[in-house]
């Protein structure tokens, strides 16, 4: 499995961004986003299993969304509202842990990561 992530950009407080993930090979049980600012560790941002089931942290919760199109294997990160706290490297993974949500919040349970993509909100 390889991911392809992108969309990532500089942007303004209370801007929009879309990030995309594009998956190839077979298919998994579950995608998930995660970033990592400077200095701190990696966290989790949101996960979509295979049949549809979604979890937010708490941070990005109401003003974040998650989604797929199957069509084109392909996950997105819809991010509005944004502030500077969300300025991190995105990450997008895939995992084949199964669809536990406590799981599915910890990177280590994900074996397929992108490459990340730079996420910048300016105040």
């Known amino acids: 499995v390889q991911l392809q992530a992108s969309g990532g950009g500089l942007v303004q407080t209370g801007d929009s961004l879309r990030l995309s993930c594009t998956a190839s090979?077979?298919?998994?049980?579950?995608e998930g986003w995660f970033r990592q600012a400077p200095g701190k560790e990696r966290e989790f941002v949101a996960t979509i299993t295979w049949n549809g089931r979604i979890d937010y942290a708490n941070s990005v919760k109401g003003r974040f969304t998650i989604s797929r199109d199957a069509s084109k294997n392909t996950v997105y990160l819809q991010m509005n509202s944004m502030k500077p706290e969300d300025t991190s490297v995105y990450y997008c993974?895939?995992?084949?842990?199964?669809?536990?949500?406590?799981?599915?919040?910890?990177?280590?349970?994900?074996?397929?990561w992108g490459q990340g993509t730079q996420v910048t909100v300016s105040s």
């Open positions: 090979g077979r298919p998994t049980f579950a």
């Open positions: 993974a895939s995992s084949d842990y199964g669809t536990d949500a406590d799981a599915l919040r910890l990177s280590w349970n994900y074996k397929y």
